[in-house]
């Protein structure tokens, strides 16, 4: 179905400020709270420090936030991201909550690592979460033709029953493709045409062909979606992807300010990818084609392994949430483009529910119903309601379904909880960061004033200091190694050596002969490794 079923319900609860005030919340925040909460974070002598990286054409702030003590820029990192779709609100509030935790209550991690906090990367579509008429929208403020007619949103949505909700509709056809579930009659499916299966039911969303093309709802009142414009495997001509990658100011200046980060070693993204409740696969085929499709064997290794501390730590258990990510997604791009680790879980989804048989829906909106039925939550779907619709003239058209905002998204009540976990699992994979150390030292007198130097460097840490895919990048640095004496002083070994990478609890050795007397310092490692010295007597 539509993006209209990939979006998120709001419920009651409590909403944590920064301060010690705990301030009465019954809803996901809107933009102007989410902003001053993010004032609150940076406040004076705040470890955090706010910055606008730019407007969107709807005037609203892309913000990031720089949390960390000492030199930020030389120490590993994390990168946070938050609102890659504009329609999870609840990946806003997980990014400011994981922030407001941070440096409230975890300031002592600060102190060996850097965060880089995106709040919200879709502030023009958060918006419509809390405005009269709720839909699902992905694209930002910007002025598109999407259906290339030479006119702009000329045919979005239409609120045809008046309940200030986009949801879908519904035509009886015998030419139709849909069917109702076998389970809950409120949701279609697509008929089985191969089991000899007929459709009963054309679905669209709730909308009118105002231009008369026989499509519905494909000019849409929105601009271009951030996760459908990045460049790997950008998706051209389709709708909200806009003409060209990156097309947006919002995308290029993130990008611009990421590529200066050189310390980052690991993403993790809220969004509707999918890597972390079960590990993606290594596919050996497309991992050998020119564009690579398929993350490289090594680092589906490491993805297994925080795949297993994330499901250690986070409590709830994944329904059919597997997904490499969409074509110009932000998940993607992370890896392919950037080269480091990424890693993307929507943060929420329903809870798997059995029948009376004991059998599982593999139908997710059936899942869905039958969970928020069996939690006493009822104000999730819009009953199938018959409306005269212009363009189906003695048909019978029903508008109804999920609400808008409901799928993926818990009652507020929840989301404290959830940010605890994810909180705590960020931080735990902050702990496996690259570490390297100085091991086994020795230094031999030679004669005639040389002296031979050798140490292992150990990289004590169960990741390796780069991706695979960052050992062939050259937007990952080297392990870089110096040494303090002069090149004329140098008898064997060179002053600044790169090593490509060190693996989990693996060592490479470094030696030089020197002449001369007195102290050498050592120095070695690269921003997101970190640095390690030594200072050695002749």
């Known amino acids: 179905m539509k993006n209209i079923y990939l979006s998120m319900v709001a419920g009651a ?59 930020l820029d030389n120490k590993p990192a994390i990168a946070v991201v ?134 519905f709802g494909e000019d849409l009142s929105e601009g271009i979606a951030f996760n459908k414009s990045l460049t790997y495997k950008f998706p051209i001509f389709e709708p909200l992807a806009g003409d060209f990658a990156a097309s947006q100011v919002e995308t290029r200046l993130m990008l611009d300010y990421l590529f200066d980060q050189w310390n980052i ?23 050998r084609k020119r564009i690579l499709t398929s993350m490289l064997e090594k680092d589906v290794a490491i993805n297994s392994m925080v795949s297993g501390i994330y499901n250690e730590t986070v409590s709830q258990k994944a329904f059919n949430q597997t997904n490499q990510g969409t074509d110009g997604d932000f998940f993607q791009w992370a890896y392919f483009h950037f080269a480091r680790l990424s890693f993307s879980t929507p943060g929420w ?3 798997e529910v059995k029948d009376a048989d004991g059998k599982s829906n593999t139908n997710a909106e059936a899942n869905f119903l039958a969970w928020a039925e069996q939690e006493g939550i009822n104000d999730v779907f819009v009953p199938w309601t018959s409306v005269e619709h212009p363009d189906f003239p003695g048909q019978k058209v029903e508008v109804g379904g999920i609400k808008p905002f409901a799928m993926y998204n818990p009652p507020f009540s929840k989301v404290n909880e959830i940010a605890e976990e994810h909180t705590a699992f960020i931080l735990k994979l902050a702990e496996l960061q690259p570490k390297l150390e100085f091991h086994n030292v020795k230094t031999e007198k030679l004669g005639n004033g040389l002296t031979r130097i ?12 780069h991706s695979q895919l960052g050992e062939r990048s050259r937007w990952l640095r080297k392990v870089r190694v110096d040494i303090s004496k ?23 050795s470094v030696s030089w002969i020197v002449k001369g007397s007195g102290n050498v310092d050592i120095k070695a490692g690269a921003a997101h490794t970190g640095f390690a010295t030594l200072n050695v007597k002749l």
Request: aromatic residues 8%; glycine residues 8%; without cysteine.
């Open 13 to 71: 609860g409590m909403l944590l400020s920064l301060t010690s005030t705990t301030l009465a919340q019954g809803d996901y925040p809107t933009l102007g709270q989410v902003n001053q909460r993010l004032q609150a974070i940076s406040g004076s002598g705040s470890p955090a420090k706010l910055t606008s990286l730019t407007k969107t054409e709807g005037g609203k702030d892309i913000w990031v936030l720089k949390v960390g003590t000492g030199d």
């Open 454 to 465: 050798t140490a292992d460097l150990f990289n004590n840490s169960p990741l390796p200091t």
């Open 265 to 287: 070693f690991a993403f993790v993204s809220f969004s509707p990818s999918n890597n972390l409740s079960s590990p993606l696969k290594y596919n050996a085929a497309d991992a």
């Open 486 to 508: 002069d090149a004329k002083d140098l008898v064997a070994g060179d002053k600044k050596q790169l090593i490509r990478s060190i693996g989990a609890f693996e060592k490479a």
């Open 349 to 351: 989804w329903a809870p």
């Open 82 to 215: 938050g609102g890659i779709e504009g329609f999870h609100v609840l990946s806003v509030e997980l990014a400011v909550q994981f922030a407001e935790k941070l440096v409230k209550e975890h300031a002592a991690k600060l102190e060996k690592t850097t965060f880089y906090i995106f709040p919200n990367m879709s502030p023009d579509a958060y918006e419509q979460y809390h405005a009269s008429l709720k839909y699902e929208r992905r694209g930002n403020a910007a002025k598109i033709d999407h259906d290339r007619d030479g006119i702009v949103s000329e045919d979005g949505y239409e609120d045809l029953n008046k309940d200030g909700l986009i949801t879908m509709m519904r035509v009886e056809s015998p030419m139709g493709d849909y069917t109702t579930h076998e389970k809950d009659e409120r949701i279609l499916v697509k008929a089985d045409r191969a089991k000899g299966k007929n459709g009963s039911y054309m679905l669209f969303p709730e909308s009118r062909d105002k231009d008369k093309d026989g499509s």
